[in-house]
């Protein structure tokens, strides 16, 4: 019997995961998001369409197109994800960018960098503001500084 429910279980997710592939082979992307990314996204604050890449390359396209709203909302659920995953924050449903901030009360400097790009999000998401090049830029051009801040990271 346990042979059997655990047969059915292995076809039952295979199925699953060839259905995602032709979807995705349909639609002519190609999602690069692992299972684990995958999860994370659904965390977000906001709903955040899956890219056809990672989420700092569909912020880059949207920049390069001049679409800086767009950009900011890929850029700023790159970096929450990026803190998620090193466990810095807790990325959870119904949590407020502020919640996100007080976790990062004991790094000042990397809470004050994401407070920079999250107040430029929130101005152009809930605000629906153009946020325009200059500003966009301002957040874009402190990335590698976050990533410089992020644990683990080389000095």
Known sequence: MAIALA????LLIRAFILREQRLATRQGNTVDITGTQADRVEHLPVPVRRPAGDLLSEARFHYENGNFREAIVYLYSHELVELDKLQV??????KTNRQYLRELKTRQRLRELLEQTMVTFEDAFFGQLDIGRQRFETCWNRLSEFNSMLPGATA
Do not use: T, V, W
Not at 7 to 10: P, T
Not at 89 to 94: E, K, N
């Open 89 to 94: 924050i807790h990325l959870a449903r119904g």
């Open 7 to 10: 047969a059915i279980a292995y």
